[in-house]
């Protein structure tokens, strides 16, 4: 704290508050260090959640990755690739959705596109699900590549291991994006290819 007060020309008791506030906004995490004979020293570090607020090549970089992909491949090999990457990313949050009964599968889900960036909500009327993305993440490299939208409705049905249809798009001028989902349908035994 002392190295971070004088640094910042504050008191240490204003780093601690700052500190706290950050690990509170999940954007520092702190890690005690042992360095011999005394109390352990905290080591602070940002998150990849603070790493993304920093400027970034990653939106060019992705950019020039799908247009060399839809110069050099089929359009149904470019939207395979695009469902294998929301299927890996499913499985990557399969873990927090095994053994969960649908209610809490759906919660989960919402939580986590919401923590994407996509600030996710549910409606249900007339026995059909709808998950309202009322931002998109993506939406300035879909507007170049809308197959991007692939991704999250790929996500989502393999998430809930349903079929969903996308009714609207940002994308078309809409206010929100949304996906249907009618629990009734045939539960999806294998990730959708979109």
């Known amino acids: ?17 700052h500190m706290a506030s950050l690990q509170v906004e999940g954007l520092v995490t702190a890690e005690e260090v042992r360095h011999g004979v005394g109390r352990p020293r905290l080591v602070y570090s940002l998150t ?7 400027p970034s090549r990653y939106y060019r970089l992705a950019q020039r990755l799908l247009d060399q992909m839809k110069d050099s491949l089929p359009e149904p090999m470019v939207r395979q690739l695009l ?9 990557d949050f399969a873990d927090e959705l095994a053994g969960l ?3 809490r599968r759906l919660e989960q889900l919402v939580k ?16 059909r699900l709808f998950i309202h993305q009322l ?18 409705q790929s996500f989502i049905a393999t998430a809930l291991a349903l079929p969903v249809e996308r009714v609207t798009c ?7 994006c949304t996906f249907a989902i009618d629990r009734r349908a ?5 990730p959708p290819n979109a």
Do not use: I, Y
């Not at 469902?83 to 499985?91: G, I, L, Q």
């Open 170 to 176: 940002l994308l078309n001028g809409e206010t929100h």
């Open 135 to 152: 931002s998109c993440p993506w939406l300035r490299m879909g507007r170049e590549h809308p197959e991007v939208c692939l991704v999250d």
């Open 48 to 54: 990849e959640r603070a790493l993304e607020l920093f």
């Open 1 to 17: 704290m002392r190295q971070l007060a004088d640094a910042a020309g504050v008191s240490p008791v204003s780093v601690r508050h």
């Open 186 to 190: 045939p539960r999806l035994e294998a």
């Open 112 to 127: 986590h596109l919401t923590a994407e960036g996509f600030e996710a909500e549910v409606e249900e009327r007339e026995g």
């Open 101 to 103: 009964p649908f209610e």
């Open 83 to 91: 469902a294998s990457v929301a299927r890996t990313m499913a499985e």
